[in-house]
């Protein structure tokens, strides 16, 4: 009952949360095996633009929106997917723990965000 192209926007959401996870748990290095400072600089600024671009897909957002829009959709978010509203729905403890994950990297998403634009 689900659409091709929801369906495939699920999938890029659930992807970029698992890239971003990965970043903020240690999956990923910030040192590369390359020699040099400036390969080691392209490196760093690469895997900077990999997280950034993660936390826009998890908002749902690109680098154009407006801040404002962007705050909108956080807050959208974490509305839908508070750990304490959803164990007051009756949800199982696995679920609640799975979407406590999800509340974390949206927060993670916003902060990255935040910082990255001065605001």
């Known amino acids: 009952g689900v659409s091709r192209s929801a369906m495939d926007n699920l999938i ?3 992807m970029a949360e698992m890239r971003f996870s990965n970043y903020y748990q240690g999956g990923y290095s910030e ?3 390359y020699s040099g ?3 080691q600089d392209k ?3 690469r895997v900077e633009e990999d997280k950034l671009a993660a936390a826009y897909q998890i ?3 690109d680098k154009d929106t407006p801040f404002e829009e962007i705050k909108k959709a956080h807050k ?3 509305l839908k997917y508070h750990p304490d509203r959803l ?3 009756g949800l ?3 679920m609640v723990n799975m979407y406590t994950e999800k509340a974390k990297d949206i927060q993670a998403a916003f902060d990255l965000i935040k910082k990255q634009r001065g605001e």
């Open 37 to 39: 400072d400036e390969q």
């Open 76 to 78: 959208r978010l974490m």
């Open 92 to 94: 199982s403890q696995e």
């Open 12 to 14: 890029r959401v659930r």
């Open 31 to 33: 040192q590369s095996s």
């Open 43 to 45: 490196y760093t600024e």
């Open 87 to 89: 164990a007051s729905q």
């Open 59 to 61: 908002l749902g957002v």
